[in-house]
């Protein structure tokens, strides 16, 4: 018999996924059991859509490999071998040891390591934070993404949202630069894509032929890490040919002299012979940039991950206020919106709680501390993992897991499965997904505040990430709000419901609606800094910073406060050259010719669904693309297995040869697990610092390919 249709409820959810989008979605119950995810039509942005990566969203809160139950392990670190245990036991397990410790070591021999897995308020990337820092443990510095890109920015322009990815539809000239779009900002290339039809041109600067690249009007492939060179050359352009809208210039910028001056050596000549683009290719592009309004830059993450990449978001993120681009309601640069969102990351995070002198260990170096190649007042001991999975995520992953295998190291995961790093862990604990707890899902791509709705129980004995710690704190004796407050009292909390931009907002709006954009203009008329207005020290566009310092930024930087390296910075942006290459170091790019770039999956969220045999038929096994000249020095066929391998470690893929790559690039893209494979491309990263912020350097990083 067919079960009525009226029996089936509908709730809001969010997209917990590290993705700027932050779909709003539709949870489909019946009987207590979620049997479809639908994207919410009514959203402006995300209209009902969903990503190939969340189509059957449903089917991974019910995948046979779930972790359902507190695991111990009872085989070798790696072997995957766990035994069920209570809740009791596992927390009194880590309790005990963890007491243990601190007696012998103090607290700091407990490190905390989490990334946006998750990216609820709640129980996402900071969840864990004010319980670690009550507790005196080693801080964890979380450099994955954007704190380059963000000290970049807020030098120049400030903690701005920039251009409304909505008000894309009325720029004439949008350039997509190191971002593709269409693999992993879908719901803002449907945007573009309508911009397009209306007559906008689409440029893409990317190092290969990506998919949002191949539906661009226009492909420019600098070689990696050169953009720095092309947005200076492009200053050069517009600067010598007159195309500067002086009187902007004039009176909402500070240091066009300095820049000029600076600008005037990078001529394209210059330029194109360190990125490849032909000069006259770099004439046309600053000349078209500048003479179509409005024009708008969607900024990629990307762009920071090689030594020089932040200055080249400097760079980058000086155009507009060059041509004037502010000046009109779709144009000027977008980078993350997120800045104007109302989070209270002092309350979610609780930086007052941390002891003064507390040490600091960034995530992407978690290897060499646990290796004790870099020096610490205090052994790391214990770590604790959630959101996260750095043995195919963070850089360096051989020494990540030699370190995982330390027999004095006490490490507990909490995740969905027992993914490449839980497979390392002494007690994993399975965590609620999505539609089993309420969130609000943190929004780094639009200007909407999304809520996530608990409408199913979670199976097994999982439970969200945040009662997690609310049992932990318990057990120790924490007495502070925080760790008392329920999911929902902690939403209540953790937003500036009273700021100007939530009025007319609160947590029963979004409970019934689901999303609510905040008060920031429309798409239709926001136009933030068509009179200046940068919130920036001066109220203007920073060419010139004097005084300019290094210091972790990002979304999250209160966080930090206290921990800011403070190195001097160039007070103007420039090109800086990579690190490895073959001008910088041509001993080493004698041995390891190639620059291999690891963007993305189409098919997967970072690691997550890399276990799904579904996702991976669609993505693909592991590939690695290669141009048909470096194929046949190397006498490497169409799908031969081959191995793309460097001092730092190896992995194998199937070679898929294109002329989507340049000669001297491959690209390898990233996500794909190491159980299932024969290593993954985070063996060859370097765990190097960017020139900003802590960032990656994951396109700056030079191998060799053979047949495997």
Not at 330 to 340: A, D, M, N, T
Not at 368 to 388: D, H, Q, V, Y
Not at 554 to 569: H, I, N, V
């Amino acid at each position: 018999m067919n079960t009525p249709v009226d029996s089936v409820q509908t709730f809001h959810g969010g997209c917990p996924h590290d993705c700027p989008d932050t779909c709003s979605m539709e949870f489909k119950v019946r009987d207590g059991r979620l049997i479809e995810v639908k994207g919410n039509p009514e959203h402006p942005m995300t209209r009902g859509g969903l990503c190939v990566k969340l189509k059957d969203y449903e089917k991974r809160h019910y995948h046979p490999d779930r972790l359902l139950y507190p695991m111990k392990r009872v085989g070798p670190k790696g072997s995957k071998q766990f035994e069920r245990i209570t809740w009791d036991e596992a927390l009194d397990t880590i309790v005990n040891r963890w007491q243990g410790l601190i007696a012998e070591y103090g607290p700091q021999a407990i490190m905390p390591a989490s990334y946006l897995g998750n990216q609820g308020l709640v129980h996402g990337l900071n969840g864990g934070d004010a319980f670690f820092n009550r507790l005196g443990a080693t801080v964890c510095e979380r450099t994955f993404c954007g704190e380059g890109s963000c000290t970049a920015w807020l030098l120049t322009v400030g903690p701005t949202a920039g251009v409304d990815p909505e008000s894309f539809i009325h720029a004439k000239y949008i350039v997509i630069w190191a971002c593709n779009s269409v693999s992993t900002n879908l719901h803002h290339w449907h945007i573009v894509k309508e911009a397009q039809k209306k007559g906008a041109r689409v440029v893409v600067v990317d190092s290969y032929a990506s998919r949002t690249a191949k539906e661009a009007d226009w492909h420019i492939a600098p070689r990696p890490g050169t953009d720095g060179a092309l947005a200076m050359a492009m200053m050069h352009v517009i600067i010598n040919e007159g195309l500067v809208d002086q009187d902007y210039v004039d009176h909402y910028t500070v240091g066009y002299r300095e820049l000029a001056e600076r600008a005037n050596t990078c001529t394209p000549a210059w330029a194109e012979k360190i990125t490849g683009i032909p000069a006259e290719d770099i004439r046309r592009f600053a000349r078209e940039y500048a003479t179509t309004p409005p024009a708008a830059i969607r900024l990629g993450v990307a762009l920071e991950r090689s030594y020089g990449g932040s200055q080249a978001i400097r760079a980058v993120t000086c155009l507009p206020a060059l041509i004037g681009a502010w000046r009109h309601v779709g144009g000027g640069v977008l980078q993350f919106p997120v800045w104007e969102h109302p989070y209270r990351f002092d309350v979610i995070s609780r930086p007052d709680l941390i002891p003064e002198g507390t040490q600091v260990v960034n995530i992407l170096q978690l290897g060499r501390a646990l290796l004790g190649e870099i020096a610490l007042k205090t052994p790391i001991k214990s770590l604790m993992i959630w959101n996260t999975n750095p043995v195919t995520q963070s850089p360096e992953t051989d020494k990540i897991i030699a370190g995982l295998q330390r027999e004095d190291l006490f490490t507990i995961v909490a995740d969905h499965f027992i993914s490449d790093t839980a497979a390392y862990a002494d007690l994993v604990l399975p965590a609620a997904m999505g539609a089993e707890m309420e969130d609000m899902i943190l929004s780094w791509g639009h200007l909407y505040l999304t809520y996530n709705t608990k409408c199913i129980e979670p199976p097994g004995e999982a439970i969200p990430n945040n009662e997690i710690f609310r049992r932990l704190a318990k057990r120790l004796g924490f007495e502070e709000d925080n760790f008392k407050w329920s999911d929902s009292e902690c939403l209540e909390h953790y937003v500036a419901w009273d700021a100007p931009a939530c009025e007319g907002i609160d947590l029963n709006y979004l409970r019934e609606h689901g999303f609510a954009r905040l008060k920031v203009g429309t798409k239709d008329d926001r136009a933030p800094h068509k009179a200046g207005n940068f919130p920036t020290p001066t109220g203007k566009c920073m060419f010139y910073v004097e005084g300019a310092k290094n210091f972790v930024a990002g979304p999250f930087r209160q966080m930090y406060e206290g921990f800011q390296p403070g190195e001097d910075l160039d007070p103007l942006p420039g090109y800086v050259p990579n690190r490895e290459s073959a001008d910088t170091n041509p001993a080493l790019a004698a041995q390891y010719p190639l620059n291999i770039i690891s963007p993305k999956s189409h098919g997967f969220l970072n690691s997550c669904y890399a276990n799904v045999a579904e996702k991976i038929k669609g993505q693909g096994e592991q590939f690695v693309l290669i141009n048909p000249a470096d194929a046949d020095m190397r006498g490497i066929q169409e799908s031969a297995k081959v191995r793309v391998f460097n001092g730092r470690g190896a992995f194998e893929g199937e070679a898929r040869i294109t002329r989507d790559v340049n000669p001297g690039v491959v690209v390898a893209t990233l996500g794909y697990w190491r159980q299932l494979n024969n290593g993954t491309v985070n063996c060859i990263s370097a765990a190097e610092f960017g020139d900003m912020g802590h960032s990656t350097t994951f396109s700056d990083n030079l191998v060799q390919v053979e047949l495997g």
